[in-house]
T-cell receptor, first 112, second 113 residues
Framework: AAGVIQSPRHLIKEKRETATLKCYPI?????VYWYQQGPGQDPQFLIS???????DKGSIPDRFSAQQFSDYHSELNMSSLELGDSALYFC???????????FGPGTRLTVL | GQQVMQIPQYQHVQEGEDFTTYCNSS?????IQWYKQRPGGHPVFLIQ?????EVKKQKRLTFQFGEAKKNSSLHITATQTTDVGTYFC?????????????FGQGTTLQVKP
């Protein structure tokens, strides 16, 4: 079965640089969630989209923005990167608000 | 705000021993979900419990949802080395209906062969 695809899988950036993370949900899934997971931490909700509109927002810095496109893929844009942004970033998809979220493999971002 | 607490944080067991992790929410949950994350991997959905007092089994795994729908547990019988990983419980945020999940801190299970 098709799964959630995230790219890139690994990303190394310098402080103050920008990064773009991409998420391709499972086919026919119209809802995307972004989570940030620090080392040894649980996933923390950042932002979500339903039918290409932002549906919810969590503890996402103003330096970050995201959108969902017409083909339902989503991109998380991160600017003025800080050391503390180093983390695993997961995207999860679902149909509507059915609650069962299927996670992608994640993007490991390292900020040097 | 809404909190989901999970204990213990770590558990080391000998292969063949049982394991239990407990999850407690500060608010009543419409449902609770359990995920497993292997080292270096991503959270993988295990199960969702919806009804008060619900008990579900998956082979050696038994999941329970409390009567008040505020707590849950995952019990693994006769652990195997393949059970190694971090087990997270998660519940939908009560302050929104968008499905975003509030995760517990996770219980990391180590199994000694």
């Amino acid at each position: 079965a098709a799964g959630v695809i995230q790219s890139p899988r690994h990303l190394i950036k310098e402080k103050r640089e920008t990064a773009t993370l991409k998420c391709y949900p499972i086919p026919r899934h119209d809802t995307v969630y972004w989570y940030q997971q620090g080392p040894g931490q649980d996933p923390q909700f950042l932002i979500s989209f339903y039918e290409k509109m932002q549906s919810d927002k969590g503890s996402i810095p103003d330096r970050f923005s995201a959108q969902q496109f017409s083909d339902y893929h989503s991109e998380l844009n991160m600017s003025s990167l800080e050391l503390g942004d180093s983390a695993l970033y997961f995207c999860a998809s679902t149909v509507g608000n059915t609650d069962t979220q299927y996670f992608g493999p994640g993007t490991r971002l390292t900020v040097l | 705000g809404q909190q989901v607490m999970q204990i213990p944080q770590y558990q080391h067991v000998q292969e063949g021993e049982d394991f239990t992790t407990y999850c407690n929410s500060s608010t009543t949950l419409s449902n609770i979900q359990w995920y497993k994350q292997r080292p270096g991997g991503h959270p993988v959905f295990l199960i969702q419990l919806v009804k008060s007092g619900e008990v579900k089994k998956q082979k050696r795994l038994t999941f329970q949802f409390g009567e008040a729908k505020k707590n849950s547990s995952l019990h693994i019988t006769a652990t195997q080395t393949t059970d190694v990983g971090t087990y997270f419980c998660a519940g939908p945020s009560g302050s929104s209906n968008t499905g975003k999940l509030i995760f517990g801190q996770g219980t990391t299970l180590q199994v000694k062969p």
